[in-house]
């Protein structure tokens, strides 16, 4: 494929999803300015960031109430950011923990399930041994 040819199409890739951006902002912010559909792509981006920003800052205040939101205080401000992050972190290990006993339980169905598997488990009856001899 030709240089052109790519540049052309990584331009409409970049103009698609830009598009559905400002559709997707217009829906969730009511912003004016993205109604018209030659609006800047810089708009668009702005309008992003922006509505992240506030979502952001909407996920801060709800992950801390009124009375622990964070200080200014720079002691204060890593105090909460590890506490954040040690909340991340647990919610993490705890999903991955779940997932590891669920797949660990499915795993044992599979096993009891599969008659190979359960005869070859079972215990194996040995005739006594007899010395030469005796």
């Given amino acids: 494929m030709s240089k052109p040819m790519m540049e052309k199409r990584r331009r ?14 217009l829906e969730n912010t009511q912003n004016e300015k993205l109604r018209n559909p030659k609006v800047e792509k810089a708009e668009i981006l702005e309008s992003v960031v922006e509505f992240l920003k506030k979502e952001k800052d909407h996920q801060t205040r709800k992950m801390f ?5 964070p200080t200014l ?5 890593y105090h909460d950011g590890m506490r954040s992050c040690l909340f991340r972190v647990s919610q993490f290990i705890s999903s991955k923990s779940q997932e590891l006993e669920n797949n660990a339980f499915q795993a044992s169905l599979k096993l009891s399930e599969s008659p190979a598997v ?9 005739s006594p041994v ?5």
């Fill in 12 to 25: 409409e890739r970049i103009n698609n999803s830009l598009e559905t951006l400002r559709l997707l902002m």
């Fill in 65 to 69: 109430p009124e009375e622990q939101k």
């Fill in 73 to 77: 205080a720079p002691h204060h401000s």
């Fill in 118 to 126: 359960v005869s070859s488990l079972a215990p194996l009856h040995m």
């Fill in 130 to 134: 007899v010395a030469p001899g005796v």
